[in-house]
């Protein structure tokens, strides 16, 4: 194990009725706020009219953002910070999904700024201070309302690009779970495969004797397998919201990454691709991740997939290693169909025409692409090819 | 899963060296300060100068409580809080394991009230403020170090008392594995049944569907079960110190109990037992709660020890489900008695004369004996004879 500092500070409101906590936090912390919301599906299911209830009952004035889009772009982040300087706001409450809370962030951080937000984003310059930004979630995937991330997509450049800091980690989020009754079947299983695939990136490590990191870590995606199906049949199973939800918290939040060398090489790849093609972010990880699996695969890292396979998927201990490895891989594909997300690129209409520009771009991007085993441009275009 | 809100706000500096934080936060957070310790342990083991190392460095002034003994008593206490009220102290650092800690964080509350500290144990009076505790932990056992609870004997009573509150909770905590190494193996396993005890009130109960708490339960009960009888056997393995002592923390920081009706029982019992006869916690516990598992097990209660049964002992799911929870039930015993543990009342030379005023008075000091099974006096007078 590592050593780590573990400083997960926002404070997690969970269950039914928890938007109540909505006001008493406003009054202790917000003069003046900037409410972000996206495409209008919060107005449409009652989640915006409980927390503008609150809002309102805590006498706290505020100026509404909506349009927030999946793929947040930056000319929206730019938008709010505009907002927020001239209407002299402190405080972002995000109500909507991971998309939202990452433009809340980057408007958050923007807003403390003298220069272009962007520069976190490309130049390696960290935030010194931000906005607070509390939380209404309404889609377990991202984990976005219990982390210090955000991504951001410059259209106009092709570019999806992320940074983290812990001024603009939430203060507190409310998840309640029949805020995500009423995302659809698509979007709630591409949530799941998200959450899923946060768990193998930090799981997936060279790091050894992370124990306690990796038994919760499989504990998580245990959870996600129970559940993942049931929540896409049984939208309105609170149970099953529930779990899915707050795995989708702890999956990443620092808990069972900290402490271990995390890999996120196909977050990379998969950026690239939500960057050219504007996809759904689950619906490219589920293309790409169990083809990253099958390529990362050897005699070096076959371990972590016993482990893998006996401890999430049950599988039989005796069997051969590579075996166990293998069949632990064509389980998670599997896994993903069953949800109805899609195997290969030309499921979601994606050439091979920009394979090379989307490799090198991702090396450019990241300051390494994978550790578990690290990736050059010409792996990753090999594990586009095995996507086709 | 039941609603909860998790507020998990102490910094974690965990692994090597990670005692030159103590600096840096006493500079942010402190004027003059009481550093606590024990019977001496840390002065030999150089765990005390590398501590007062760091806090010379960050200048501030401090005055050294020594001497606190496990099953802290209540005259510590006072004597603590009167030294921080006439040197005006405003921050409490304990170096030691969970009985420093708990005794500091009773003076640290002690301090900031008015009326006599035992209040809080006795009365259900909760207090509004306390001086700010840090934490330096040389005992992977209580997770004291991480959540909002103390516990501490009143001699002349024979009564030994807990409450929490979230202004006792540290504001940060050392965990470097190394200042583990010089437990003894007997100190070095109670703690271990103490973790893992800390795991069971919390994981067997009538909560249905908290998934996520019971799979990371299971997850630290195995790295409990890996790792425990390394540490007794090589004490200085790092990453055996490392998991059990990260575990420790995460067993008993409401990680894995927020969301469910958690049941205490065994604490309940085990805390009159070490009142009357000042054995150690984890000997009480390692006797009483195998004794406690037997007793509660039923047609209503199986379903939980067949999850325990499989999922921690890696049992065969296709036995008769009673045969699965006996057997789940002999391997904790067996478990115990492996780490050298005490299994019978007669091992620690305590004899069945004072069953019945120790059933009393557990059913006297908690508002609710067991949660997974409710326990009343004559429950605890059987747990007791089954346990001599």
Redesign the interface.
């Known amino acids: 194990?590592?050593?780590?500092?573990?400083?997960?500070?926002t404070?997690?409101?969970?269950?039914?009725?928890?938007a109540a906590?909505i006001g008493p936090e406003l009054r202790k912390r917000a003069k003046k706020i900037l409410i972000v919301t996206g495409s209008g599906s919060v107005k449409r299911n009652g989640v915006f009219d409980d927390v503008i209830k609150e809002v309102k009952g805590s006498k706290t004035p505020f100026i509404e953002f909506s349009g927030i889009k999946p793929n947040p772009r930056l000319k929206s982040v730019h938008k709010g910070i505009e907002i927020c300087k001239k209407e002299k706001l402190d405080f972002v409450l995000a109500v909507g999904g991971g998309s939202v809370i990452d433009a809340s962030k980057a408007i958050a951080a923007g807003t403390k700024y003298k220069g272009d937000v962007w520069d976190f984003f490309t130049k390696g310059i960290k935030p010194v201070e931000a906005l607070p930004v509390g939380t209404v979630l309404t889609l377990a995937a991202t984990g976005s309302e219990m982390n210090g991330n955000t991504v951001i997509t410059r259209e106009d450049a092709g570019r999806k690009l992320a940074f983290g800091s812990p001024v603009i980690r939430p203060v507190f989020s409310i998840l309640d779970p029949r805020y995500t009754y009423t995302v659809n079947k698509y979007h709630t299983a591409a949530g799941v495969v998200d959450i899923m695939t946060h768990i193998f990136e930090q799981y997936f490590s060279r790091t050894?004797?992370a124990?306690?990191q990796?038994?919760?870590a499989?504990?998580?995606l245990?959870?996600c397998i129970?559940?993942g199906p049931v929540v896409c049949e049984n939208p309105r199973s609170y149970?099953a919201r529930?779990?899915i939800l707050?795995?989708g918290s702890?999956a990443l939040n620092d808990l069972i990454g900290?402490?271990k060398e995390e890999d996120w090489a196909s977050h990379a790849i998969e950026h690239e691709l939500s960057a050219v093609y504007d996809i759904s972010h689950g619906a490219g990880l589920s293309i790409i991740v169990p083809n990253w699996m099958r390529y990362v695969l050897s005699e070096k890292t076959v371990n972590k997939f016993i482990d893998y396979g006996i401890n999430v998927w049950g599988l039989e201990k005796n069997m051969d290693k590579m075996k166990i490895a293998r069949e632990a891989i064509n389980k998670t594909r599997a896994f993903f169909n069953l949800l109805g997300m899609p195997s290969s690129l030309s499921d979601v209409n994606i050439g091979v025409e920009h394979f090379k520009k989307m490799a090198d771009s991702a090396v450019r991007d990241w300051p390494r692409v994978g550790h578990f085993k690290n990736l050059l441009a010409k792996d990753i275009v090999e594990i586009l090819k095995t996507s086709i």
């Open positions: 194990m590592l050593n780590f500092t573990h400083n997960i500070s404070v997690i409101y969970f269950g039914r009725g928890q906590a050894e004797a124990d306690v990796d038994r919760m499989e504990g998580l245990r959870v129970k559940y149970n529930a779990n707050w795995a702890l900290e402490g």
